[in-house]
């Protein structure tokens, strides 16, 4: 296999992974979390392997 057939099916496959997901569950902009929380107040959520147990 070549470079270039070989970087066509990642890209190929890539783009049918992301076709699939956006069909699945269209975007909702309103419900998506905070790009950038900086000073907001808002907490993270979510898991985190390294967060110490309170």
């Not at 890539?14 to 699945?24: H, S, Y």
């Not at 907001?40 to 147990?53: D, I, M, V």
Request: glycine share 12%.
């Amino acid at each position: 296999m070549t470079r270039r057939l070989t970087a066509a099916a990642v890209l190929a496959g890539l783009a049918i992974l992301i076709a699939a997901d956006v069909a699945a569950t269209p975007p909702n902009p309103y419900r998506a979390p905070a790009m950038l929380a900086l000073g907001s107040g808002a907490e993270a959520s979510g898991g985190f392997c390294g967060a110490l147990p309170r």
